[in-house]
């Protein structure tokens, strides 16, 4: 299938890779004029290691536009510090920024932006060792930047970095040391620092159910908030109107006066900006902590350098959604007429295996629950395909019930429970059915169950 091109004027996006390989060809420029062997050189212009520059060209990348609303937007903002002797990649769709630095030989400070697909592209095959990107010319009007390593040259053409949009930035109250390129002031900016393993056990457990409807926007998201305690806990929670996730996590790095009210940690952050952090942090093995920056619109996540460069940052920083969460909470059920107790892998295998056929009839699986019996027997029925069931014992109390569920809710859960067994508690079969794992975990997960219909 051909990929329509997108709307970028300038011919920034319509120069292909081959293009771009054939001006290879060109004469390289002699010493003096931009290259990093020995002379003072004026201009920006920096060296590092190909496997640096092509991980962080792929990280900022997936925050570019894939269809820009201005033509900027389909580049990568990079910025040399030849004081700090560090490199900033810079991606912003206008709602999601990634920024990414690493240590460089910096000679020549500047800034510039270049096309990002084409510039990843070509770097991630270039032989490993070291490469420059020289953009020294860039007083010229349109002069191209050159890309140099062992296996040859490059020329790519780039846009002013006066043209890129101002990037979000979260300014704390106190000055930020290490905000090299600062952006929109936060007066009312809050920061504070997360064990990573609980941001991720909060993501995880909660995102797949946010919804995919962006008519309700705030729905696809997950809701964060901090509540009060010793030590504080931060609660996930995520819904898409027909199940709900909710998870609490000890967050020992807060003081515990902040879930009292100094920090008003109680917003919704996009689904998106949450899967690239999870994507960045689940790779993630020096670090244990991951700050948080946020105030009334935005939020940033100031990422731990990968091992062995600790001069290099990360920043995440994205707009929240707007809208007020629907109080979830009140979804629970106190009570309830039954209680079934039964083994987590089991159950996933048979529930994989009815799904097969439960798919070719919207997903849809029926439980019959017998308290005299003790078993749970899940079938399933396909018209023109057929049918199956399978039986598992459990522990139950309370009467016999017959209800059904949408297969896939339940898959997206349970493999995410990681105890031996769960339980599932229950009052009606139109009434909300309540998830848990067993043991110390905090973790809620509401479902409703599918109407059956008489037949």
Same mark, same amino acid.
């Given at each position: 299938?051909?990929? #329509?091109?997108? *709307?970028?004027?300038?011919?920034?996006?319509?120069?292909?890779?081959?293009?771009?390989?054939?001006?290879?060809?060109?004469a390289?420029?002699?010493?003096g004029?931009?290259?990093?062997?020995?002379?003072?050189?004026?201009?920006? %212009?920096?060296?590092?290691?190909?496997?640096?520059?092509?991980?962080?060209?792929?990280?900022?990348?997936?925050?570019v536009?894939?269809?820009?609303?201005?033509?900027?937007?389909?580049?990568?903002?990079?910025?040399?510090?030849?004081?700090?002797?560090?490199?900033?990649?810079?991606?912003f769709?206008?709602?999601l920024?990634?920024?990414? /630095?690493?240590?460089?030989?910096?000679?020549? %400070?500047?800034?510039?932006?270049? *096309?990002?697909?084409?510039?990843?592209?070509?770097?991630?095959?270039?032989?490993?060792?070291?490469?420059?990107?020289?953009?020294?010319?860039?007083?010229?009007?349109?002069?191209?930047?050159?890309?140099?390593?062992?296996?040859?040259?490059?020329?790519?053409?780039?846009?002013?970095?006066?043209?890129?949009?101002?990037?979000?930035e979260?300014?704390?109250?106190?000055?930020?040391?290490?905000?090299?390129?600062?952006?929109?002031?936060?007066?009312?900016?809050?920061?504070?620092?997360? *064990?990573?393993?609980?941001?991720?056990?909060?993501?995880?457990?909660?995102?797949?159910?946010?919804?995919?409807?962006?008519?309700?926007?705030?729905?696809?998201?997950?809701?964060?908030?901090?509540?009060?305690?010793?030590?504080?806990?931060?609660?996930?929670?995520?819904?898409?109107?027909?199940?709900?996730?909710?998870?609490?996590?000890?967050?020992?790095?807060?003081?515990?006066a902040?879930?009292?009210?100094?920090?008003?940690?109680?917003?919704?952050?996009?689904?998106?900006?949450?899967r690239?952090?999870?994507?960045?942090?689940?790779?993630?093995?020096?670090? %244990?902590?991951?700050?948080?920056?946020f105030?009334?619109?935005?939020?940033?996540?100031?990422?731990?350098?990968?091992?062995?460069?600790?001069?290099?940052?990360?920043?995440?920083?994205?707009?929240?959604?707007?809208?007020?969460?629907?109080?979830?909470?009140?979804?629970?059920?106190?009570?309830?007429?039954?209680?079934?107790?039964? /083994?987590?892998?089991?159950?996933? /295998?048979?529930?994989?295996?009815?799904?097969?056929? #439960?798919?070719?009839?919207?997903?849809?699986?029926?439980?019959?629950?017998?308290?005299?019996?003790?078993?749970?027997?899940?079938?399933?029925?396909?018209?023109?395909?057929?049918?199956?069931?399978?039986?598992?014992?459990?522990?139950?109390?309370?009467?016999?019930?017959?209800?059904?569920f949408?297969?896939?809710?339940?898959?997206?859960? $349970?493999?995410v429970?990681?105890?031996?067994?769960?339980?599932?508690?229950?009052?009606?079969?139109?009434?909300?059915a309540?998830?848990?794992? $067993?043991?110390?975990?905090?973790?809620?997960?509401?479902?409703? *169950?599918?109407? $059956?219909r #008489?037949?």
């Amino acid at each position: 299938m051909v990929q #329509a091109q997108r *709307p970028v004027d300038r011919e920034l996006e319509a120069e292909s890779l081959a293009a771009v390989l054939r001006s290879s060809k060109t004469a390289a420029p002699q010493r003096g004029e931009g290259y990093l062997d020995g002379a003072v050189v004026s201009g920006f %212009s920096f060296t590092c290691e190909q496997a640096d520059l092509s991980h962080h060209l792929a990280s900022v990348g997936r925050a570019v536009a894939s269809r820009p609303a201005l033509p900027v937007l389909a580049n990568v903002l990079v910025e040399a510090d030849a004081e700090t002797q560090r490199v900033a990649l810079t991606a912003f769709d206008l709602n999601l920024c990634i920024r990414s /630095e690493f240590e460089a030989q910096v000679r020549g %400070s500047g800034r510039t932006t270049l *096309p990002a697909k084409l510039l990843s592209d070509i770097v991630s095959r270039l032989p490993s060792g070291p490469v420059t990107l020289d953009a020294s010319s860039q007083a010229k009007e349109s002069a191209p930047v050159i890309l140099m390593s062992a296996a040859g040259q490059y020329q790519v053409r780039s846009l002013s970095a006066e043209e890129y949009p101002t990037l979000p930035e979260i300014s704390l109250p106190a000055a930020d040391a290490d905000g090299d390129f600062a952006g929109e002031e936060s007066p009312t900016a809050q920061a504070l620092e997360l *064990p990573i393993e609980s941001l991720l056990q909060g993501i995880g457990q909660t995102l797949f159910a946010a919804s995919g409807d962006e008519t309700k926007q705030v729905l696809t998201g997950v809701h964060v908030k901090l509540l009060a305690g010793d030590p504080p806990c931060l609660e996930f929670a995520a819904t898409d109107g027909h199940r709900l996730a909710m998870v609490q996590v000890e967050a020992e790095g807060i003081p515990v006066a902040s879930a009292h009210g100094e920090i008003g940690l109680d917003f919704t952050i996009p689904a998106r900006t949450l899967r690239e952090v999870e994507r960045i942090l689940g790779t993630q093995t020096a670090a %244990s902590t991951v700050e948080l920056r946020f105030d009334r619109s935005q939020v940033q996540f100031v990422l731990p350098p990968r091992a062995g460069k600790t001069q290099c940052q990360r920043r995440i920083t994205s707009r929240l959604l707007e809208g007020q969460y629907p109080d979830y909470n009140r979804l629970i059920p106190r009570q309830f007429e039954r209680q079934i107790t039964l /083994e987590r892998r089991p159950l996933i /295998e048979s529930l994989e295996r009815v799904g097969v056929l #439960a798919a070719q009839r919207n997903d849809i699986v029926k439980f019959n629950l017998s308290a005299a019996t003790q078993t749970l027997r899940i079938s399933t029925e396909a018209p023109d395909v057929g049918s199956g069931e399978e039986s598992l014992p459990v522990q139950m109390s309370g009467p016999d019930l017959e209800l059904a569920f949408n297969v896939r809710y339940l898959l997206d859960a $349970l493999r995410v429970f990681h105890t031996q067994q769960v339980s599932l508690e229950l009052n009606g079969a139109t009434q909300p059915a309540i998830w848990k794992p $067993l043991g110390a975990m905090r973790l809620c997960y509401l479902v409703m *169950p599918v109407q $059956l219909r #008489a037949t």
